[in-house]
């Protein structure tokens, strides 16, 4: 789906945010993983986990603008079809990774407010794991609902 805010200036700073956001949360999520299997080096694995978790904690907010901003370019646009399609995005038949992307990016990143889950290696995996596989699952439907004129069930006309 190609929405207005493909086409602003402001994409490229979401994209490039984004990116920021998911590889932070892959690194917390390898780095806590490598704390649990590490007797030895947690302390440092622990401190790594707890700067990267300051990173998710300022590009959270800026993925939650980029939701809303989204959604106000959809609505507000005088295109039907692409409200249309944001309305379908948001409440049709594949909305459970729409949701879920909003929760594991505005959410589940608000628990690295508290210290003990910064520090702790398993509450970090448990919280990285929350953000990272709401995003693999939404972006996965969304390759399979921008190629669905190249499926073969769509082949039977």
Same mark, same amino acid.
């Given at each position: 789906?190609?929405?207005?805010?493909?086409?602003?200036?402001?994409?490229?700073?979401?994209?490039?945010?984004?990116?920021?956001?998911?590889?932070?949360?892959?690194?917390?999520?390898?780095?806590?993983?490598?704390?649990?299997?590490? &007797? +030895?080096? $947690?302390?440092?694995?622990?401190? @790594?986990?707890? !700067?990267?978790?300051? /990173? %998710?904690?300022?590009?959270?907010?800026?993925?939650?603008?980029?939701?809303?901003?989204?959604?106000?370019?959809?609505?507000?646009?005088?295109?039907?079809?692409?409200?249309?399609?944001?309305?379908?995005?948001?409440?049709?038949?594949?909305?459970?990774?729409?949701?879920?992307?909003?929760?594991?990016?505005?959410?589940?990143?608000?628990?690295?407010?508290? &210290? +003990?889950? $910064?520090?702790?290696?398993?509450? @970090?995996?448990? !919280?990285?794991?929350? /953000? %990272?596989?709401?995003?693999?699952?939404?972006?996965?439907?969304?390759?399979?609902?921008?190629?669905?004129?190249?499926?073969?069930?769509?082949?039977?006309?």
């Amino acid at each position: 789906m190609t929405t207005a805010l493909n086409n602003s200036p402001l994409y490229i700073f979401y994209f490039a945010v984004g990116w920021i956001f998911g590889y932070a949360n892959s690194t917390i999520l390898v780095v806590s993983l490598a704390a649990l299997l590490i &007797r +030895r080096r $947690r302390r440092v694995l622990s401190a @790594s986990v707890a !700067v990267l978790s300051w /990173i %998710v904690l300022t590009t959270g907010p800026v993925c939650a603008l980029a939701y809303f901003a989204e959604c106000a370019f959809a609505l507000c646009n005088r295109n039907p079809y692409e409200r249309q399609a944001f309305i379908t995005q948001v409440f049709g038949p594949y909305c459970l990774p729409f949701w879920l992307g909003i929760i594991g990016s505005v959410i589940a990143p608000q628990l690295f407010w508290l &210290r +003990r889950s $910064r520090t702790n290696p398993c509450i @970090s995996l448990f !919280v990285a794991l929350a /953000i %990272v596989i709401p995003w693999a699952y939404e972006a996965s439907i969304r390759y399979v609902t921008e190629h669905a004129e190249f499926m073969p069930e769509s082949w039977k006309h």
